[in-house]
Nanobody, 124 residues
Framework: QVHLIESGGGLVQAGGSLRLSCAAS???????????MAWFRQAAGKEREFVAA????????HYADSVKGRFTISGDNAKNTVYLQMDSLKAEDTAVYYC??????????????WGQGTQVTVSS
Protein backbone atom coordinates (compact mmCIF):
# COMPACT_ATOMS: atom_id res chain seq x y z
CA GLN A 1 0.00 0.00 0.00
CA VAL A 2 1.29 3.45 -0.94
CA HIS A 3 0.27 6.53 1.01
CA LEU A 4 0.12 10.04 -0.43
CA ILE A 5 0.35 13.17 1.71
CA GLU A 6 -0.50 16.53 0.11
CA SER A 7 0.41 19.97 1.39
CA GLY A 8 0.50 23.57 0.23
CA GLY A 9 -3.14 24.48 -0.19
CA GLY A 10 -4.61 27.69 1.15
CA LEU A 11 -6.31 30.98 0.38
CA VAL A 12 -4.90 33.27 -2.28
CA GLN A 13 -6.13 36.27 -4.24
CA ALA A 14 -6.85 35.99 -7.94
CA GLY A 15 -3.66 36.38 -9.92
CA GLY A 16 -1.58 34.90 -7.14
CA SER A 17 0.38 31.67 -6.88
CA LEU A 18 0.45 28.52 -4.78
CA ARG A 19 2.62 25.43 -4.83
CA LEU A 20 1.21 22.05 -3.91
CA SER A 21 3.33 19.09 -2.88
CA CYS A 22 2.52 15.41 -2.65
CA ALA A 23 4.86 12.86 -1.12
CA ALA A 24 4.43 9.12 -1.65
CA SER A 25 5.56 6.56 0.91
CA UNK A 26 5.20 2.82 1.29
CA UNK A 27 3.28 1.41 4.24
CA UNK A 28 5.61 -0.05 6.88
CA UNK A 29 8.61 1.04 4.87
CA UNK A 30 7.76 -1.11 1.86
CA UNK A 31 9.31 -0.15 -1.45
CA UNK A 32 7.49 0.64 -4.67
CA UNK A 33 8.05 1.91 -8.19
CA UNK A 34 6.03 4.85 -9.47
CA UNK A 35 4.80 4.91 -13.07
CA UNK A 36 3.10 8.29 -12.96
CA MET A 37 1.77 10.90 -10.60
CA ALA A 38 -1.06 13.32 -11.23
CA TRP A 39 -3.24 16.04 -9.78
CA PHE A 40 -7.02 16.12 -9.93
CA ARG A 41 -9.43 18.62 -8.44
CA GLN A 42 -13.03 18.70 -7.35
CA ALA A 43 -14.99 21.90 -6.95
CA ALA A 44 -18.08 22.02 -4.77
CA GLY A 45 -21.00 20.36 -6.52
CA LYS A 46 -18.90 19.17 -9.44
CA GLU A 47 -17.20 15.94 -10.44
CA ARG A 48 -13.52 15.35 -9.92
CA GLU A 49 -11.51 16.44 -12.96
CA PHE A 50 -8.01 15.89 -14.28
CA VAL A 51 -5.53 18.76 -13.86
CA ALA A 52 -2.03 17.53 -14.73
CA ALA A 53 0.12 14.38 -14.84
CA UNK A 54 3.76 13.46 -15.13
CA UNK A 55 5.34 10.24 -16.32
CA UNK A 56 7.90 9.22 -13.73
CA UNK A 57 10.44 7.68 -16.12
CA UNK A 58 10.51 9.97 -19.13
CA UNK A 59 9.18 13.08 -17.42
CA UNK A 60 6.48 13.69 -20.04
CA UNK A 61 3.75 15.98 -18.76
CA HIS A 62 0.10 16.46 -19.63
CA TYR A 63 -2.28 19.26 -18.69
CA ALA A 64 -5.95 20.02 -18.82
CA ASP A 65 -6.69 22.80 -21.29
CA SER A 66 -8.03 24.95 -18.47
CA VAL A 67 -4.63 25.13 -16.72
CA LYS A 68 -2.17 25.05 -19.64
CA GLY A 69 0.28 27.91 -19.45
CA ARG A 70 -0.58 28.63 -15.81
CA PHE A 71 0.19 25.39 -13.93
CA THR A 72 3.42 23.40 -13.98
CA ILE A 73 3.78 19.84 -12.72
CA SER A 74 7.20 18.52 -11.74
CA GLY A 75 8.61 15.60 -9.80
CA ASP A 76 11.53 14.60 -7.60
CA ASN A 77 12.19 10.91 -8.21
CA ALA A 78 14.54 10.56 -5.25
CA LYS A 79 11.87 11.87 -2.86
CA ASN A 80 8.88 10.30 -4.66
CA THR A 81 7.33 13.74 -4.51
CA VAL A 82 5.30 15.59 -7.11
CA TYR A 83 4.69 19.33 -7.18
CA LEU A 84 2.09 21.53 -8.79
CA GLN A 85 3.10 25.15 -9.26
CA MET A 86 -0.05 27.18 -9.82
CA ASP A 87 0.33 30.71 -11.17
CA SER A 88 -2.16 33.30 -12.37
CA LEU A 89 -4.82 31.66 -10.25
CA LYS A 90 -8.46 32.31 -11.03
CA ALA A 91 -11.58 32.02 -8.90
CA GLU A 92 -12.60 28.99 -10.96
CA ASP A 93 -9.48 27.17 -9.77
CA THR A 94 -11.06 26.96 -6.32
CA ALA A 95 -11.38 23.28 -5.44
CA VAL A 96 -10.04 20.45 -3.35
CA TYR A 97 -6.91 19.21 -5.09
CA TYR A 98 -6.09 15.50 -4.94
CA CYS A 99 -2.83 13.75 -5.67
CA UNK A 100 -2.85 10.40 -7.46
CA UNK A 101 -0.09 7.90 -8.04
CA UNK A 102 0.08 4.54 -9.78
CA UNK A 103 2.81 1.98 -10.11
CA UNK A 104 4.06 -1.37 -8.82
CA UNK A 105 4.73 -2.34 -5.20
CA UNK A 106 7.39 -4.76 -3.94
CA UNK A 107 4.97 -7.67 -4.30
CA UNK A 108 4.75 -6.84 -8.02
CA UNK A 109 1.14 -5.77 -7.49
CA UNK A 110 -0.16 -2.64 -9.09
CA UNK A 111 -1.31 0.24 -6.93
CA UNK A 112 -3.43 3.30 -7.61
CA UNK A 113 -3.45 5.59 -4.59
CA TRP A 114 -5.12 8.88 -3.72
CA GLY A 115 -4.22 11.53 -1.20
CA GLN A 116 -6.65 13.05 1.27
CA GLY A 117 -6.95 16.31 -0.66
CA THR A 118 -5.92 19.89 0.04
CA GLN A 119 -8.20 22.91 -0.28
CA VAL A 120 -7.28 25.72 -2.66
CA THR A 121 -9.44 28.84 -2.47
CA VAL A 122 -8.96 31.75 -4.85
CA SER A 123 -10.71 34.97 -3.92
CA SER A 124 -11.75 37.33 -6.69
Amino acid sequence: QVHLIESGGGLVQAGGSLRLSCAASGASGRTFSVNAMAWFRQAAGKEREFVAAINWRGGATHYADSVKGRFTISGDNAKNTVYLQMDSLKAEDTAVYYCNSNGIDDDADGFDSWGQGTQVTVSS
